[in-house]
Structure formats: structure tokens, C-alpha cells
């Protein structure tokens, strides 16, 4: 699709619709969101919500750091864990609410750059496999209505947010970095990039702690890397081709650690959960009596999970440890708060219920 057609596109969904939901990788924020589609939302006076997907990949202090200094409303959620989707369900609710006063249905539109997953996003709101639904008669080709409610309809459409340069298509992974011929410039903007969100991620990944400019942490990654050329300098090109390759491949990411710790327990305990906000229930206690034997079947020695947002309260659930005061400690960690209350269960290996805030 033609870059100028591509936005034609992305302009004929926001006309009609009634509301955006921009989709971005949480773990590339600014390479993800796309400030011309902000600005044309904004120019259409039409209410505008960021769901930054995937956030099961950033650590949760972070997240609720950057939703605090945004200057439009923000979701974390993760599509893939179904972490967050009730949340988002809510804000979309609350969103169309205005709309249901004055007509039958609202659309929600559903816009971002390929792979922020997006449709993954749909389906799990829809409950089913959604895309690839027959076409809504009277719609553009490829256009399609998905029924989220009785009234509420998310417009999909194939109309992503179009890549406008080069240097992004590279580091969006749309352009091999093997193959790249001039590749030290979209490496200078990415690791820019990088700086501007996480600086700190150069250093947990390449052991930069002190550098002079972009070029500067080139060099030094070129160094620790071996990437000379006779003479004995740096090779910049090399070494960008394999920066890039690092960070469109998935091996550079800007929370490397986080994920790797994340990679080390399994999301779990969404139908505690669920129960758990239906009956209001804040007290681990309760909690316990109501769902024990649920929570016993998960006592060994693969550690679990689970999250829930509730009355701005958070419940935590961890099973899989030797001791309680670790499980507590894990789900601090995790969240980045402070728990209020906790209750521990198990014999050989413990699970904890906690309220944190």
C-alpha cells in the first residue's frame, strides 16, 4: 500500500469513527506511537486512548510512570496474557458512553503500526476469533464491523499506520540490516531513541556507562565487539549492521533483564481473578476461603502469577515458592508496590494472596 493511499485510509477511519484506540508496543513507546495520527485525531475533535500492548514485557513501575507524565489517557495492557483487557473494556465503555446518548451504535477505531497486535488486541476483547469476518454490506473493501457489545462495534480495518521513511522501515524490522547500505544513520536515530526512553537499557545490554554521543556508544559496541578494521578502526558500519540486526531480531530489547526475570514464571489464575473482582473481594482472606482449592491445585514448583487491578486496589496472586515472604516479595517487585495485607497457603511449596497499593 502507497504511503499516500495508506493514510487516506488511516483519515476515512478516523471520520468514521467515533473514537480512536491507538495501539503501540509498550516496549517502544516512541517508536511506536505516531504523532501525525495523534494530530490528526486531535484536528478531528474526536476522543483519543493509548493501549500500549505488551506491557507484560516493562517493568510495572515504569509503566505507571510513563501513563503519569502522558499527556493522553494511557491502558497497559497485554493481549497475549489477557492482562488489562477488563480495563481496557472499561475505558472503551466509558468512552462511548457520551456517544450512546445521542445514537444507536458507536465505532471504536483500532489503529497502529504493523506488528503492535493489533488484531490479537480484537480478539481477545471480542472473546473469539474475530478477523476475517465477512465484510459489513456498504463498507470499503476489507473493512469490517466486529460486535464488541450490544451497541459497541470496533471498526477494523487494513489501514495501518503507514512506515514514512526509510530509517523507520529499518528499525521496525521492515528492511534487513544485512542488507542495509548506509546503515550507521538509522542506527544513530534508534539508539537516540533509545536514550530518550531508557538509557539505561546501553548499559545492561553492552556495558556502556559513560559515552559522549551516539556515535560515541557506536564505537564503543564496535570495540567490545571486535569489529575492526585494518588499521585498527572501528568498523561504524559493521558495527551498526549488527546493532540493528541485535534490535530487529529481538535480542536487544529496552528491558532485556525484565524479560528475562518475567521469562522465569507463568501468567496464571485469570479465573480466580475474574471471580475475585465479581464478588468485590479485597481481603486475602476471603480471597482463600473462596477460591482455595483452586489455588492449591497450583502449589509446585513451577512459579505463577496472577494480576488484577480492582478499585484502584491491586490483588496479587504468587504460587511456586519455598517461602512466603519470597512470594511477597516477588509480587512487590513485580508491581513496584508495597503490600498492605497478605495471606500464605501451602505446605512444601507456598502461595501468597496479597493487597498491594
Known sequence: MKQRRAWRVVREVIDEA????????????????NRKLEKLVRESGKPLLIVMNKADLVPRNWAEDYKRRSEIPVVFISARERKG?????????????PFLEEKERVKVALIGYPNVGKSTIINTLRGKR?????????YTRGKHL???????????SPGVVPIDDFDELVIKGGFPADKIEEPVKPALKLISRILETRREAITEKFGIEEFKSGEDILRKIGERRGLIKSGGEVDLE?????????????HFTLFGKEEEKRAQFTWDFEDVLDGIEKELLLDPRRILWHFGDELREKLDGQKRAGLR??????????????????????LEELTGKSVLAGECFGKKWKGVIAILD
Open 18 to 33: 467515533d473514537f480512536v484506540v491507538e495501539v503501540v508496543d509498550a516496549r517502544d513507546p516512541t517508536g511506536t506511537r
Open 130 to 138: 474475530a478477523i476475517g469476518t465477512a465484510p459489513i454490506p456498504g
Open 238 to 250: 559493521e558495527t551498526a549492521r549488527w546493532f540493528l540486526r541485535e534490535w530487529q531480531t529481538g
Open 146 to 156: 466486529i460486535r464488541l457489545s450490544k451497541r459497541i462495534w470496533l471498526l477494523d
Open 85 to 97: 483487557t477488563g480495563i481496557l473494556r472499561r475505558e472503551i465503555k466509558r468512552l462511548a458512553k
Open 309 to 330: 487491578e480492582i478499585e484502584g486496589i491491586t490483588v496479587g496472586i504468587a504460587t511456586g515458592f519455598k517461602k512466603c515472604d519470597s512470594a511477597l516479595k516477588f
